[in-house]
């Protein structure tokens, strides 16, 4: 079983950034990023592979967040700038056994608990 720790959620202003943190309890495939805001459904955000050298995005956020990992930690980071009202959700974590890229979030088996980001305007 696969646990996933959140961190770096918080409340910005709009134009800030934030780095949110995820640390899986092993090595994993495919990990990434959703997000759902209130009374909207889940949305993908950004993923990346196992070799941290395909990073995949949503179109909403392309430009604006990155992702990356350190293998070495088992640690997915998304950093964010250029925030906007629009940004503010709750942020999960998300991992993956697969290799197949995917904007699905029934692909991914693991799930963190969620972190806050709040962007006021």
């Known amino acids: 079983q696969v646990q996933l720790v959140e961190s770096g959620g918080g409340l910005v202003q709009a134009g800030g950034s934030l780095r949110l943190s995820c640390a899986a309890s092993v090595r994993t495939i495919r990990m990434g990023w959703f997000r759902q805001a209130p009374g909207k459904e889940r949305a993908f955000v950004a993923a990346i592979s196992g070799a941290a050298n395909s990073p995949y995005y949503a179109d909403s956020v392309k430009g604006r967040f990155t992702i990356s990992r350190d293998n070495a930690k088992n640690t997915v980071y998304l950093q964010m700038n250029s925030l906007k009202p629009e940004d503010t959700a709750v942020y999960y974590c998300?991992?993956?056994?697969?290799?197949?890229?995917?904007?699905?979030?029934?692909?991914?088996?693991?799930w963190g608990q969620g972190t806050q980001v709040t962007v006021s305007s």
């Open positions: 998300v991992a993956s056994t697969s290799y197949s890229r995917s904007y699905s979030q029934y692909d991914y088996n693991y």
